[in-house]
Each structure stands twice: as structure tokens, then as C-alpha cells.
């Protein structure tokens, strides 16, 4: 089974609304990635956090990493339509494997 | 740079039957992972090869089977299939391990092959 937690599930907003979605773990994480996928398409990498704390920003995207680094979020300022898709977060578990969230769902009303 | 890309793109088959799917990693990786993805869910994570070698599997039967070659290309195999394998099925190659064993490198995947058993 999954090793993270992401809430929500699903999110719904009108265009030009913000957007979070969060990643909780029980352990201590080395580090997580984030990853978007469009309907119909892939995965494609966001962006990877390792330090306690760490915040990143790429655009209306902001990152974030718990200080205790359990936990982690992405937030998108000011949804536009060309960031419908499922948001995953996914982190490290043992030397190989990395184990993904089960996604924010997001869509958008224009 | 040639990225992920991976054949065929949709597949039928019975219960009970064999397939392969194949992947060609980006130019420049060498290690591959498979990663099974069910409907709206997040991708399962089967194996991975580094340098032709499995180095880690996920929570799947052995007849989930795998290759990489010299070139770093990969072949996924399922035997005896069951309706239950039904889903999107994506390959993704890495730049393989920077420090010690840890692979912390991000995972660049293919646009998957779309399983249906019947």
C-alpha cells in the first residue's frame, strides 16, 4: 500500500483561485519529488525538496518541506486551465524505490 | 535529447496470456523503472534495473518479469495475465545513483502502454 498520505483527493476551482494540496508521512523523509500529470498523459517531474524547510518556487508553483520534514505541500497561485491534471507527490523508500501519493485530482471552471 | 518512449501504446489481451512491453530510455540513463498505474490511482512501483541488473521490486507476483539490455532499453513480461492487470503500465528511466546506492535522481517516464484483459 501507499507510504504517503495527499489530501485532498479531489479539488474543484474557478479559474483564478489558489490551489494546495499536501503530502503527510509518519517517517522522516530524505527527500520528496513532485510530479504532474495531465489527463490522458505521464508523469512529469515538478521538482525535488531535501532540506527541512526548503521552499522552492518555479512560477504560480510554490513548494514546500516541513521543518520536521514529514510533510510537504504545493501550492499554485491563481489557477489558470493549463494546470488541470493529478498532482503527485512521491518520496524515497529504500535505496530503489520511490513510492507515490495517491494525487490531487484538479480541475478548473473557466 | 530522445526521451522515454515505449511500445506499443495499447494493448488486448485474454486471461491467461503473455505480454511484452518495451521501453527505450532517454538518451543518456541507465537505469529503468516500471511502474504500474490503475485508474485514478498513483503509479505502483514494480522494478527498477540499473546497468542490466533487477535492484529492487515492488509488491508483484514473479510472473511480472523483467530485462535491460546494453543499451539500457527494458522489457517488461507478464505471464498468465488476470483481469486485475488492467491499467497503464509506464516505463521511466533515471540518471541512475549520484551517492553511494540512493537513487535521488527524478524519474522521467514514457507515455505508458494502455493494458486491457479480457
Known amino acids: 500500500g501507499q507510504q504517503v498520505m495527499q489530501i485532498p483527493q479531489y479539488q474543484h476551482v474557478q479559474e483564478g483561485e489558489d490551489f494546495t494540496t499536501y503530502c503527510n508521512s509518519s517517517t522522516t523523509l530524505s527527500n520528496i519529488q513532485w510530479y504532474k500529470q495531465r489527463p490522458g498523459g505521464h508523469p512529469v517531474f515538478l521538482i525535488q525538496?531535501?532540506?527541512?524547510?526548503e521552499v522552492k518556487k518555479q512560477k504560480r508553483l510554490t513548494f514546500q518541506f516541513g521543518e520536521a520534514k514529514k510533510n510537504s505541500s504545493l501550492h499554485i497561485t491563481a489557477t489558470q486551465t493549463t494546470d488541470v491534471g493529478t498532482y503527485f507527490c512521491a518520496l524515497r523508500k529504500g535505496a530503489q524505490k520511490l513510492v507515490f501519493g495517491q494525487g490531487t485530482r484538479l480541475t478548473i471552471n473557466p | 535529447e530522445t526521451g522515454v518512449t515505449q511500445s506499443p501504446t495499447h494493448l488486448i489481451k485474454t486471461r491467461g496470456q503473455q505480454v511484452t512491453l518495451r521501453c527505450s530510455s532517454q538518451?543518456?540513463?541507465?537505469?529503468v523503472s516500471w511502474y504500474q498505474q490503475a485508474l485514478g490511482q498513483g503509479p505502483q512501483f514494480i522494478f527498477q534495473?540499473?546497468?542490466?541488473?533487477?535492484?529492487g521490486r515492488g509488491n508483484f507476483p514473479p510472473r511480472f518479469s523483467g530485462l535491460q539490455f546494453p543499451n539500457y532499453s527494458s522489457e517488461l513480461n507478464v505471464n498468465a495475465l488476470e483481469l486485475d492487470d488492467s491499467a497503464l503500465y509506464l516505463c521511466?528511466?533515471?540518471?541512475?545513483?549520484?551517492?553511494?546506492?540512493?537513487?535521488?535522481?527524478?524519474?522521467?517516464f514514457g507515455n505508458g502502454t494502455r493494458l486491457t484483459v479480457t
Open positions: 534495473y540499473y546497468r542490466e541488473e533487477e535492484n
Open positions: 525538496l531535501v532540506k527541512s524547510g
Open positions: 538518451s543518456g540513463h541507465n537505469t
Open positions: 521511466a528511466s533515471s540518471s541512475g545513483p549520484t551517492t553511494g546506492v540512493v537513487d535521488n535522481s527524478p524519474l522521467h
